[in-house]
């Protein structure tokens, strides 16, 4: 069966239809000097320097940048944000939202690792305005010249918007099917991808991210490092506050990478408050690895109600890892909450946030290869564990063959569709692309919508009215007529052997004379000297582990230099890019390394 069902107030005529701008000038009248939004920089003040902004501030300086975005651009048109993530990012996302110009969430130019992305994001989106600050100014002049792409009409600073102005805004009317924003996908298989998020959408995806996260909680506070330029962190952040009128504290990723205990301090920092936060497995990962017992004797995070993880797969091992090592730190059981969504889902779709452990259930590897979802016995070498990702909230989700779009029932392994109201309308100038993902139709619908269903591209299974995702569609490996999902298969070769990085193995495959050929690529852990490093050893050990667990043959292993493997903005590991740089040659190896040429 199907799970979910639309809420009450997001339905034809219930009061959360308003659009979720609209409720900024509301909690401006009702709590004009309660905090909103919070930025803690740490480049300032190693300690983070905090910079608040009440309600009734956010109201008016977004109303300025609404006006003056509007004097160089029209409704409709875009406005790219190649800024720093500061409060300025914020009051533009705002200020684009009450001017009806789109938004375009981006990053400043400067920002490492992310080049590719902006260069395809930005060229699609074909921006009329960038609005950036004017110490970023260098680096998006550098951007504009080094790229063939549209050159703006104009440059507006975020950091020198004039407040005079707000009072000379009109507010005019917003309709929900008005596009807010383009928020492009991480691109782990193709150039950026451009997903419609109307004012609709984000307004219902809001109230749905709120009912899910169990907020019946005073005084609920928001605690982020997430990229805004990511689904993720704008949605938490921006738009979750704006549902209640709450308040959210935020940093930078920059400052979450370089010290990841600082995400957790700013948690432990809000007493006689509820938080709330979310991120992806790998910073929980990150987290627990870098945590010392005379950091852990400074947190108190018995106020942290839900850490929702989500983004990437969830790890059965990191979630063990997090709250065994915050758990003398005042960490609740049931404070970790797995979950599920995508960009063109806005981002929320599921979560297990119900204040119980994470549920994680043993399957029959085997049989899941074949569609099947068998509970196994703990300890069984045929089997591995799935960790549930809860319900949805506002929304519906089936199990969907793809080929008979006919909804599996529950225990069979099928393509993950969504229907709600927060499901965006298409892909930025992309017709085509967009009926194919967005205009999804059931074959025998019988109590559930005939359409449009969203199609995820992810397998999944339903068991015991929960979502368990099994894996990406386009990633599995079929050698010899069997399926593998690659991050069971990544994960084998990275518990072979401490040479290999943990989540930076890419599995993949290419083809083969008869059958497709798995190939492994692998980075290395700085953690292992070069000088002890054998890599006959790490290849064997990884091919018998492989070989053991999967039951079948790694083709091809490649160890690579860290850094190789390449990632989506979202952390993910981006297996289409690494094979395309491995079929050309351009992986950077550590046999070159060890033998002086790399």
């Known amino acids: 069966m199907a799970l979910g069902s639309l809420l009450p107030e997001l339905q034809p005529g219930g009061s959360g239809r308003t659009p979720l701008i609209e409720r900024v000038a509301r909690w401006a009248a009702e709590k004009p000097d309660a905090p909103a939004f919070t930025f803690v920089d740490y480049s300032l003040d190693p300690s983070g320097a905090e910079v608040t902004l009440t309600w009734a501030e956010v109201e008016r300086r977004a109303r300025a940048t609404a006006a003056r975005l509007r004097r160089s651009a029209e409704p ?31 990053f400043s130019p400067d920002l490492p690792g992310h080049a590719d992305r902006l260069i395809g994001a930005y060229g699609d989106a074909e921006p009329t305005l960038i609005a950036t600050s004017r110490n970023a100014l260098p680096h998006v002049e550098k951007f504009l010249a080094d790229h063939d792409v549209p050159r703006p009409r104009e440059i507006v600073f975020a950091d020198e918007i004039d407040e005079g102005p707000a009072e000379f805004w009109r507010d005019e009317p917003i309709g929900f099917d008005d596009l807010a924003y383009l928020q492009y996908t991480s691109g782990s298989t193709r150039r950026p991808a451009g997903v419609e998020i109307t004012h609709g959408n984000v307004t219902a995806n ?86 010392t017992p005379e950091a852990l004797a400074r947190l108190d995070l018995s106020g942290l109600v839900t850490c929702l993880n989500g983004a990437e797969p969830i790890r059965p091992a990191t979630l063990s890892a997090f709250a065994e090592t915050f758990a003398g730190a005042g960490l609740r059981p049931g404070a970790q909450a797995p979950g599920y969504g995508l960009a063109e889902a806005t981002v929320f779709v599921t979560a297990a946030a119900e204040d119980v452990p994470p549920k994680i259930i043993t399957v029959d590897r085997e049989a899941l290869t074949q569609g099947l979802l068998r509970v196994g016995e703990p300890g069984d070498e045929r089997s591995g564990p799935l960790v549930s990702c809860g319900r949805p909230i506002g929304q519906y989700v089936a199990i969907v063959d793809p080929e008979s779009r006919v909804e599996q029932p529950d225990g069979l392994v099928g393509e993950i569709w969504v229907h709600g109201p927060n499901t965006a309308r298409g892909y930025w100038r992309n017709t085509e692309r967009s009926q194919d993902t967005f205009g999804a ?23 015991e009215g929960e979502l368990y995702v099994t894996g990406r569609i386009k990633d599995l490996i079929i050698v010899d007529g069997r399926n593998h999902y690659p991050q069971d298969i990544e994960l084998t070769a990275q518990e072979a052997h401490p040479a290999v990085r943990p989540d930076h193995v890419a599995a993949f495959a290419v083809a083969g004379e008869g059958t497709e050929r798995l190939v492994l690529v692998a980075e290395r852990n700085r953690r292992v000297p070069l000088a002890r490093l054998d890599l006959d050893e790490v290849e064997s050990a990884v091919r018998a582990a492989v ?28 297996r289409n890019a690494t094979r395309e740089r491995f079929l050309k040659g351009e992986l950077p190896g550590t046999a070159d390394r060890l033998a002086g040429r790399g």
């Open 206 to 291: 809001a109230a749905q991210l709120w009912s899910g996260w169990a907020p019946e909680r005073p005084d609920p506070e928001l605690v982020s490092w997430l990229p805004l330029f990511h689904d993720m962190g704008l949605i938490a952040t921006m738009a979750l506050p704006l549902v209640r009128g709450d308040h959210a504290i935020y940093t930078d990723p920059v400052s979450f990478i370089m010290n990841p205990l600082r995400w957790l301090e700013l948690i432990a920092s809000r007493p006689n408050k509820n938080v709330y936060t979310a991120g992806p497995n790998f910073a929980y990962e990150y987290a627990a690895s870098m945590a």
């Open 76 to 106: 409709g048109e875009r406005v790219a944000l190649l800024l720093p993530q500061t409060l300025e990012y914020m009051m533009t996302m705002l200020g684009a939202m009450y001017a009806r110009v789109v938004a375009v969430p981006l």
């Open 547 to 574: 070989t053991i667990e999967h039951e079948m043959a790694v083709q091809e292993f490649v160890m690579v230099e860290p850094g190789a493997v390449a990632r989506t903005s979202s952390g993910k590991i981006a």
């Open 441 to 463: 139709e059931l074959a025998e619908p019988g109590a559930l919508p005939a359409g449009p269903w969203m199609r995820t591209g992810d397998y999944g299974v339903i068991h």
